[in-house]
């Protein structure tokens, strides 16, 4: 068999856009590899106290039904003196009480010390009232902070519009906190923001249209947060790209906001165990093409438990048990160490 010949006919030129395309990608792999070789971080804490543990993490797209993150830590380092970070390591920190008496040092951290921050402070004292307010304003510099834990912490409404400079932010989390949500209209620089949780707060239905200001929000959960329908029009008029919403122990919510429900036609994955839904209005939640919803069992006869596998045979049914707490509350009420 004669070979092919590799060429033949005129030399085609590729076309302009083409050209630029090409360019454009060639930059961009030579801005990630200058990216990742200068990832490495000096990380420079008090040398007289202990204010916390450095962290191997991971910035995981894998949640449990709550949007809490499924992955383990691996603590590099007590936060003390200097600690050398290797390049391509993403980097937690969890603060020890000392951080917040100490907070001068955090001036000295370059701004993309950390990728992940757990912050959870409750004042024990008047004269350390403040103190989770400061820690906010100085953690504010920390631009490179990706994930954001506030639950069960000193968080306001007030004190979390020094969030605004987060811009990276991907993940935030102010469950079981003091906030109606009025934060959400000074937070519009979060383009960025997929996840958001604010489980067991009162936020006030009104302040869920400044969910518009995260247009690229997926993951949102409101469990035990008093919305009645009028709070799921709001939420389904402002965030068209959820893919997992969470409605668990909202009493209030009933078969009315099934119509809006069926209208996020990205939905995957739906809690709602402990609202007023009813066999009737999950039945017209069938053609959604869910991957896993969550309901409670009490809501519902044996027969219409059948039925309901029926109705959903490709997905994962999680089904809660009677006075079921949430991991929320559960960590409110856990013992301390």
């Known amino acids: 068999m004669p070979m092919a010949k590799v060429c033949s006919g005129p030399r085609t030129k590729l076309p302009r856009v083409e050209i630029v395309l090409l360019s454009t990608l060639f930059l961009l792999a030579i801005t990630c590899q200058s990216t990742i070789a200068k990832n490495s971080r000096t990380l420079t804490f008090p040398n007289n106290v202990v204010v916390g543990r450095v962290t191997s993490c991971k910035l995981s797209e894998h949640y449990d039904s709550d949007g809490q993150t499924l992955y383990t830590e691996k603590v590099i380092a007590v936060a003390r003196g200097k600690v050398e ?80 400079n987060l811009q990276q932010l991907l993940w935030l989390d102010v469950s079981v906190t003091n906030v109606d949500g009025s934060f959400l209209a ?95 209005g999950l039945k017209k939640l069938s053609g959604l093409g869910l991957e896993s919803l969550r309901l409670s069992r009490k809501e519902y006869s044996q027969a219409q438990e059948n039925e309901i596998k029926k109705l959903f045979p490709k997905i994962t049914l999680h089904w809660t048990g009677l006075g079921e707490l949430s991991k929320d509350t559960k960590q409110l009420f856990a013992p301390l160490h």
Do not use: W
Not at 112 to 138: Q, Y
Not at 235 to 243: E, I, R, V
């Open 186 to 280: 000074k937070l519009n620089r979060l383009k960025q923001l997929h996840t958001l949780r604010l489980n067991e707060t009162s936020i006030k239905e009104d302040n869920l249209k400044y969910l518009c200001n995260f247009p690229n929000l997926q993951r949102l959960f409101l469990n035990s947060c008093y919305l009645s329908d009028n709070g799921v029009t709001c939420l389904t008029n402002y965030c068209p790209k959820l893919s997992n919403l969470s409605l668990s122990g909202n009493t209030k919510i009933t078969n009315a906001s099934v119509p809006k429900l069926v209208s996020l036609k990205k939905l995957k994955h739906l809690s709602l165990n402990d609202t007023s839904i009813s066999f009737a």
């Open 85 to 164: 970070v290797a390049e391509n390591t993403l980097v937690g920190f969890n603060p020890s009480p000392e951080f917040y008496r100490n907070l001068d040092f955090v001036a000295a951290l370059p701004t993309n010390a950390f990728d992940k921050m757990i912050v959870k402070f409750r004042p024990a004292t008047d004269a350390e009232d403040m103190m989770f307010t400061r820690s906010l304003k100085c953690i504010s510099r920390l631009n490179g902070i990706k994930q954001l834990n506030l639950n069960n912490s000193d968080a306001t409404d007030e004190n979390l519009s020094d969030l605004n």
